[in-house]
């Protein structure tokens, strides 16, 4: 007998056309307690009439692991659970194309500028097109469209919404943070990939910074101590957190953590797990 498709536990799935015309696959795992009743013991008592909402970059991969770290870190109530949105790509049945398909697709949306150098690298390891610089219009969706959707739908509180992104998922939340800080409330961002571009997102902070006084947003970024090995990871997201905490800006409240013995793939864990602990603690919900 062939085996179930397993799942996270109290999850759906949308199929979302942007206006651009790009196809998302949006994963939404709820809170256990989100239909609770007022009667429920823990742990499912005093659940709130909305949530708050975290929207997972890559979701294709960080979906289910956001999802299991939220929920067992609100047991013991120093957090707060949360309605998980993962923002990622329809799947072939067959795994290794799943992985090129997302892995390709995701190099326009989250990349802020085009790399025609990269396009031609990756279209010849993965034998087909891989175009960059998207990232504008994937933040358009995500704005206009996408949260407006998930907040018509469910439960979820427009004052507390979270942004994850790993690597050029981190990028992509660095430039997201400055082009509309107030649209997320907390920020996670993880290795981000910021020598793309010409070192983009460091030359839109410098024009943010001549225009803004104010950076109202918590934020947390992350790396692993060992991403100086092949590339400029660990030493430019230092850089980047320096900066923003230079120039002192209104209303950021900024948290930085570098793992040792982590490399650019071992750190989204932990990284993650204390991003949502940064975004998601009780009291900060609460304020």
């Not at 196809?23 to 949530?51: H, K, S």
């Not at 900024?254 to 650019?264: G, Q, T, V």
Request: glycine content about 6%; overall charge negative.
């Amino acid at each position: 007998m062939k085996p179930a498709a397993s799942s996270v536990l109290s999850s759906e799935t949308h199929l979302l056309t942007s206006a651009a015309g790009r196809t998302y696959r949006i994963t939404v795992a709820l809170p256990l307690a989100y239909d609770a009743a007022p009667a429920d013991a823990w742990p499912f008592a005093g659940a709130p009439n909305r949530w708050p909402t975290v929207y997972v970059l890559d979701g294709n991969w960080y979906f289910g692991m956001v999802t299991d770290i939220i929920r067992p870190m609100s047991w013991c109530g120093g957090a707060s659970d949360a309605i998980v949105v993962g923002i990622g790509y329809e799947e072939a049945e067959d795994a290794r194309e799943a992985f090129r398909s997302a892995f390709t697709r995701r190099n326009l949306d989250l990349t802020p500028a085009r790399d025609q150098a990269e396009e031609r690298s990756m279209a010849q390891r993965f034998a087909r097109p891989a175009p960059t610089g998207g990232a504008e219009a994937f933040h358009r969706f995500i704005c206009a469209e996408l949260t407006a959707f998930i907040e018509s739908r469910y439960r979820a509180d427009s004052s507390q919404r979270t942004l994850i992104g790993h690597s050029y998922g981190g990028l992509f939340a660095a430039y997201s943070l400055l082009r509309t800080p107030k649209h997320f409330r907390a920020y996670v961002i993880g290795s981000p990939t910021l020598a793309y571009g010409d070192c983009y997102v460091f030359q839109q902070e410098s024009q943010f910074v001549r225009a803004n006084e104010s950076l109202p947003a918590k934020v947390f970024i992350y790396a692993g101590d060992e991403e100086f090995v092949d590339d400029t990871t660990l030493t430019d997201t230092i850089r980047f957190s320096t900066i923003l905490r230079s120039r002192d800006y209104l209303d950021l409240e900024l948290a930085s953590e570098y793992f040792p013995a982590h490399d650019h793939c071992a750190v989204a864990a932990p990284g993650i797990h204390a991003g949502l602990k940064f975004a998601l603690g009780r009291r900060e919900i609460e304020e």
